[in-house]
T-cell receptor, first 119, second 115 residues
Framework: DGGITQSPKYLFRKEGQNVTLSCEQN?????MYWYRQDPGQGLRLIYY???????QKGDIAEGYSVSREKKESFPLTVTSAQKNPTAFYLC??????????????????FGPGTRLTVT | KQEVTQIPAALSVPEGENLVLNCSFT??????LQWFRQDPGKGLTSLLL?????REQTSGRLNASLDKSSGRSTLYIAASQPGDSATYLC??????????????FGQGTILTVHP
């Protein structure tokens, strides 16, 4: 089965602790994304990576960090500096990387999400 | 900066009605527009993708149109069913400037179809 996996589905942490959310894809996609969703809200982009060993900040990167050492993996660390970490986190990937000039759909696929609760 | 707006924010209809969800975006420099469905507590399921060179896409009872020059897309759902109840999100893959390669989402339309 090809797809995106996120683990765990639910995560609970104490305030002040760093926590790392896993995202793995076996779709051979170049680009990967992390989004955050709060109740009743749309998705906001945290970080994205269009190729291995490279990533860019999204709209709300403060308090988060990422790495992209392997094409199939894009872990997100929520640090203690993130003021409101409780949220639903979604990982996504798409083909094409940074070469969007090629004629292709560049459809984005999403994982099932991780719900993080920090108390 | 790209902004995506969806109208209405919520919609409640009786089963069997045809309905239209609207999406507008401010920057026409896009590669594609995707419509997603999200069930409560779940991830996103892609419904339709329209490339910037296309005008519409159809899948079953769903039809999505794109007018890139005016920055608008509509999702038409025919003969709605209670199983269509979900949040519908539109998103654009940006092609311009500092937003290159980023997917920008609207806030979503919460659809309820009652029997």
């Amino acid at each position: 089965d090809g797809g995106i996996t996120q683990s765990p589905k639910y995560l609970f942490r104490k305030e002040g602790q760093n926590v790392t959310l896993s995202c793995e894809q076996n779709l051979n996609h170049d680009a990967m994304y992390w989004y955050r969703q709060d109740p009743g809200q749309g998705l906001r982009l945290i970080y994205y990576s269009q190729i291995v060993n490279d990533f860019q900040k999204g709209d709300i990167a403060e308090g988060y960090s990422v790495s992209r050492e392997k094409k199939e993996s894009f872990p997100l660390t929520v640090t203690s500096a993130q003021k409101n970490p409780t949220a639903f986190y979604l990982c996504a990937s798409r083909p094409g990387g940074g070469r969007l000039g090629l004629p292709a759909p560049y459809e984005q696929y999403f994982g099932p999400g991780t719900r993080l609760t920090v108390t | 900066k790209q902004e995506v707006t969806q109208i209405p924010a919520a919609l409640s209809v009786p089963e069997g009605e045809n309905l239209v969800l609207n999406c507008s975006f401010t920057d026409s420099a896009i590669y594609n527009l995707q419509w997603f469905r999200q069930d409560p507590g779940k991830g996103l399921t892609s419904l339709l993708l329209i490339q910037s060179s296309q005008r519409e896409q159809t899948s079953g009872r769903l039809n999505a149109s794109l007018d890139k020059s005016s920055g608008r897309s509509t999702l038409y759902i025919a003969a709605s069913q209670p199983g269509d109840s979900a949040t519908y999100l539109c998103a654009v893959l940006n092609a311009g400037g500092t937003s290159y390669g980023k997917l920008t989402f609207g806030q979503g339309t919460i659809l309820t179809v009652h029997p």
